[in-house]
């Protein structure tokens, strides 16, 4: 089955908004002159930038995503942003599991399972990140804690409801590390994560779900990554800040 590919930019936390302006200005103007648009293309910026980068790139095909969203659905949570916000401002996407939202703000398969399913009762379509530090790769368990991960952020979900979910796989210790899974470690855990989701869903569901790679993405590794026929694009953090890069990364993601 030919899935379209999809290749998301993570900035993290990272620019001011005038250089926001820029780097998705270029990104727009790249990919409008050197891609032939049949692969996906998502910013995932702050939030702060999700508005006006929404408006400047309202003649493009490249479309804008949020780094994360609330469990709750409103109200006196100080802080947070819902789902239904970033609805309302007309984003598409929005990244959730996020390892580093794992590691640093404690969120756990309960609370990204309820995070899932703000971001679908509104509207959005999730970008659910999973993957293993590097204590767990080397113990060799890294197979059991991904399942672990998938079961407890998406298994409550129906089947049609996984028609809006996309999948990043990113081991940790692979992000901002320069250290890029092999090709065969990335196609390995794609088709673990995709076997397990035939087994709950069937086969028809595992096929349709995108599968992301994340993790040192780089112009000289993607094209080799995104080959892989369990991989189908993938998740790029520091290389998404320079638009050249990014959309050399994205060129390696085209047929
Ligand atoms: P990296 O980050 O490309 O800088 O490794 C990937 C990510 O965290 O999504």
């Known amino acids: 089955m030919m899935r379209t590919k999809i290749v998301a ?37 702050p939030f702060p930038f999700l508005n006006p980068l929404k408006e400047l790139l309202a003649n493009s095909s490249v479309q804008t995503g949020a780094q994360d969203c609330s469990a709750h659905e409103g109200g006196a949570y100080t802080g947070e942003v819902s789902a239904a916000m970033l609805k309302s401002v007309g984003i598409p996407y929005v990244i959730i599991g996020h390892s580093e939202r794992r590691q640093y703000f404690k969120e756990d398969g309960a609370l990204l399972a309820k995070k899932i399913d703000q971001a679908l009762a509104n509207g959005l379509l999730p970008i659910f990140c999973c993957g293993e530090p590097l204590v767990v790769r080397e113990n060799g368990t890294h197979e059991q804690l991904v399942r672990r991960q998938v079961e407890e952020g998406i298994f409550h979900l129906t089947p049609a409801e996984m028609a809006n979910l996309i999948i990043a796989y990113e081991p ?11 090709t065969d470690q990335a196609q390995e855990m794609h ?12 086969e028809d569901v595992a096929q349709a ?9 780089k112009p000289d590794n993607a094209k080799e990554l995104f080959s892989c026929p369990d991989v189908d694009g993938g998740l790029v953090g520091g290389a998404s800040l320079k638009a050249r890069d990014f959309i050399d990364i994205v060129k390696g993601a085209e047929g």
């Open 209 to 217: 779900t995108p599968i992301l790679y994340g993790g040192s993405v």
């Open 191 to 202: 088709a673990v994560i995709r076997r397990q989701l035939a087994g709950k869903y069937g």
């Open 172 to 182: 940790v210790w692979a992000i901002g590390t320069g250290k890029t899974a092999t």
């Open 9 to 45: 930019g993570n900035w993290k936390m990272n620019k001011s908004l005038d250089d926001a302006r820029s780097l998705a200005t270029e990104v727009a103007t790249l990919y409008a002159k050197e891609i032939k648009q049949d692969t996906i293309v998502i910013l995932c910026v």
